[in-house]
């Protein structure tokens, strides 16, 4: 990789102690943690708008309730991952959980709670017992990033940048210094000891998907091409029931999210014969693992039914004032949940798949650390169970804080950007057409979404991951969400491809069952250029490496 001369690329140099990419909840609690450090926040969108955690609807599960512990949650959460979930740093999440809980309650989050004032506590697939809080009926994420926007902004000693889009890590030899970022038409080099991403999922890979339209995994396309180690790559939790809307073909829409909580209230499954499906199909029926729900809904599906979740009887009255969200959406598509079945429909919904972290977020650059979804601690193994995963961006973003609580910014140092030879003579490159841009990622998310989504075997995946390599050699050079999806489709489909057995969320057709040898997670460091074919070894975009982060042992 040519070292690139980012001073020439910048036209402004900002220095910080620590910055912290994404708003979500992970990143809004990292940047709290880290005062009174010299903390900047650069958000794409608003502060706490366009995160993932913002629409989180089900709630975030912890063990608060008399005759639950920590314990028992990790066990659901040890089985839930399918044999590749990390006890340690699952234990970590279960027990510092409820403290977080209360931290933020403290900041004036406000859980649902009964007339006795004891919290609401819902279930959700795979938990063994109630343990789901949730607040403002299912607007769970949006009432906590609001508590911790209301607490960012009460500290002027965070800098904010909104609108700031982020592309590249910079480097200095094997050590992240900073990250290249666009303000209007202006690009600014932050410069900081530290750089934590938190920047999010990936669901906008997938045509469809649950996620906010800028879930496109800018992070995890940057940290790949900086070398940063990553793992899980093929681990991509798709949620069984998004609400099944008509989707325009260019625009990247996401599918309304209709969460699991109306099946923790009873709500079932049925096809359009009326038949409830899933009682034949795992004893746990609609409460099942997230994948087996998912693929039975897509068999349906294939067998040319459409399916619905019908709460008429387990909710019915009640569905406006318990589930605010999902009713403003299905009275947008005209449906009234009360007394109608809801059309649903997997998607695309969560990455455990990220850049490999240690126990407090470490990577395996110096000068990197990551939280929330663009990591991936090995809480979520195979298959991430429900409502999890706001409780790991609590935790861990403030578990990173603490790691990082001595980092200043540092002195001059020669530096380059991660970016590879193409990406760099973007601010030289003529506009690129947005309309071509658009219709790269609509191929690219349609050809995830049909080969690399809930079912996978080899000659779909090797068709897919040789169409991304053309795909990447034809786009145009400058840094794009078309690019940064080419690139993570060939991280998740290569991963695809090597893992030639089922587990969690990854199903291959062609390898049905587990394989006890593969009962480990893959690491990989990504080989950057867009190779328009893979067949040897050398052209791979993966290469696996052993494992340089340790989650066994917690420091
Ligand atoms: C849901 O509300 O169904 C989603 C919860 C989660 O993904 O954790």
Redesign the pocket.
């Known amino acids: 990789m040519r070292p690139i001369a980012v001073r020439r690329l910048a036209d402004e140099v900002v220095t910080s102690d620590v910055i912290v990419v994404g708003s979500g909840i992970a990143g809004l609690t990292a940047a709290l943690g880290l005062l009174p450090r010299r903390v900047t926040v650069l958000t794409k969108t608003t502060l706490g708008g366009g995160s993932s955690s913002q629409w989180?609807?089900?709630?975030v599960a912890a063990a608060m309730a008399a005759g639950d512990s920590p314990h028992l949650h990790s066990q659901d959460t040890i089985s839930a991952g399918a044999g590749l979930g990390q006890q340690a740093v699952i234990d970590t999440l279960t027990h510092e959980g409820p403290e977080r809980i209360r931290r933020l309650i403290e900041l004036g989050a406000r859980f649902d709670r009964d007339d006795d004032g004891g919290f609401l506590l819902g279930r959700?697939g795979a938990h063994g017992r109630r343990r789901i809080l949730h607040a403002g009926g299912?607007a769970t994420g949006a009432v906590m990033v609001r508590a911790l926007v209301t607490e960012v902004r009460r500290h002027p000693g965070i800098n904010l940048q909104e609108q700031v889009v982020v592309h590249d890590l910079v480097t200095s030899g094997d050590r992240v210094v900073g990250v290249l970022a666009r303000v209007g038409d202006r690009t600014v080099f932050h410069r900081a000891a530290a750089v934590v991403l938190a920047t999010g999922g990936l669901g906008q890979l997938y045509a469809r998907t649950t996620n906010p339209v800028e879930a496109t995994g800018d992070g995890l396309a940057m940290a790949a091409r900086a070398g940063a180690q990553l793992v899980d790559l093929e681990m991509i939790q798709f949620?069984p029931?998004a609400l099944e809307i008509v989707q325009d073909p260019v625009v990247m829409q996401p599918l309304p999210?209709v969460?699991?909580?109306l099946r923790g209230e009873g709500a079932i499954l049925v096809d359009d014969q009326g038949q409830r499906f899933m009682l034949d199909v795992h004893p746990m029926a609609e409460l099942g693992p997230r994948d087996v729900v998912a693929r039975a809904i897509l068999g349906r599906q294939q067998a040319g039914c459409r399916v619905f979740l019908d709460a008429t009887q387990a909710v019915g009255a009640r569905f406006p004032q318990r589930f605010p969200t999902v009713w403003e959406h299905c009275r947008n598509q005209g449906i009234d949940p009360r007394c109608q079945p809801i059309p649903v429909t997997p998607a695309a919904?969560?990455a455990m798949a990220g850049i490999a972290v240690d126990g407090v977020g470490r990577s395996s650059l110096a000068g990197l650390w990551a939280c929330g979804e663009v990591s991936s601690t090995g809480v979520h193994g195979a298959n991430?169970l429900?409502?999890?995963?706001?409780l790991e961006a609590l935790v861990f973003g403030a578990r990173v804080a603490e790691d990082l609580g001595s980092a200043t910014a540092p002195r001059s140092v020669p530096l380059s950007t991660s970016a590879d030879d193409s990406e760099v003579v973007w601010r030289e490159a003529g506009s690129t057409s947005g309309l071509e841009l658009a219709a790269a990622s609509h191929q690219i998310r349609r050809m995830m979404w049909d080969s690399v989504g809930l079912q996978r075997q080899r000659t779909g995946l090797e068709t897919t991951l040789e169409a991304l390599g053309h795909l990447g050699r034809n786009l145009p050079p400058q840094p794009s969400k078309a690019r940064n999806l080419m690139t993570l489709g060939r991280l998740v489909t290569a991963a695809a491809l090597a893992r030639e057995e089922s587990r969690g969320s990854h199903f291959r057709s062609d390898f049905p069952s587990s394989q006890k040898r593969f009962e480990h997670r893959f690491f990989w460091t990504y080989r950057p250029g867009t190779a328009a074919s893979w067949r040897t070894a050398d052209e791979f975009p993966l290469v696996a490496t052993r494992p340089l982060v340790n989650t066994r042992e917690i420091a």
């Open positions: 989180a609807q089900g709630g959700e299912d949620h029931t999210l969460t699991e909580a919904h969560y991430r429900a409502s999890n995963s706001l």
